[in-house]
């Protein structure tokens, strides 16, 4: 009897690939953090760790995406707004970064409300039984 066995790409590993990809964000973050902190301040633009974090977390996303992995709407917000953050700062311009962040972050919550199939119960759990939908 022969076995054939077959190579599974990494992409389509599941969870396992999954938390690789993340561990090695995670790697790049912290040496890339530790670079950033080595080099004396005035070499350093303004904005450059800021915008490294959202290339990486923008980077792990896109990877994901291209893997059929999930992509973390929360992570690709924080990416976006890292990004936008530290070109701000590059070119000198100061944006209300917390008050900005809470409304996109609010308004992807309520896309995802508005997308999303109503599957949810209510807070105290009721439904109503002749229609099947949450009171």
Request: net charge negative.
């Given at each position: 009897?022969?076995?054939?066995?077959?190579?599974?790409?990494?992409?389509?590993?599941?969870?396992?690939?999954?938390?690789?990809?993340?561990?090695?964000?995670?790697?790049?973050?912290l040496?890339?953090?530790?670079?950033?902190?080595?080099v004396?301040?005035?070499?350093?633009?303004?904005?450059?760790?800021?915008?490294?974090?959202?290339?990486?977390?923008?980077?792990?996303?896109?990877?994901?995406?291209?893997?059929?992995?999930?992509?973390?709407?929360?992570?690709?917000?924080?990416?976006?707004?890292?990004?936008?953050?530290?070109?701000?700062?590059?070119?000198?311009?100061?944006?209300?970064?917390?008050?900005?962040?809470?409304?996109?972050?609010?308004?992807?919550?309520?896309?995802?409300?508005?997308i999303?199939?109503?599957?949810?119960?209510?807070?105290?759990g009721?439904?109503?039984?002749?229609?099947?939908?949450?009171?």
């Amino acid at each position: 009897m022969t076995h054939v066995t077959a190579h599974v790409p990494a992409h389509q590993a599941g969870p396992g690939f999954a938390r690789k990809l993340d561990e090695f964000a995670w790697a790049l973050f912290l040496i890339a953090t530790g670079i950033i902190w080595l080099v004396p301040e005035t070499e350093v633009p303004p904005g450059t760790w800021l915008m490294t974090t959202g290339i990486l977390l923008l980077g792990l996303n896109a990877v994901r995406t291209v893997s059929n992995l999930p992509v973390s709407g929360f992570t690709t917000l924080l990416g976006a707004l890292a990004l936008v953050a530290g070109m701000a700062a590059f070119w000198g311009v100061e944006l209300p970064l917390l008050a900005l962040g809470l409304i996109v972050f609010g308004l992807a919550v309520l896309m995802r409300q508005m997308i999303a199939p109503d599957t949810q119960k209510s807070a105290c759990g009721l439904t109503n039984e002749n229609e099947g939908r949450t009171l």
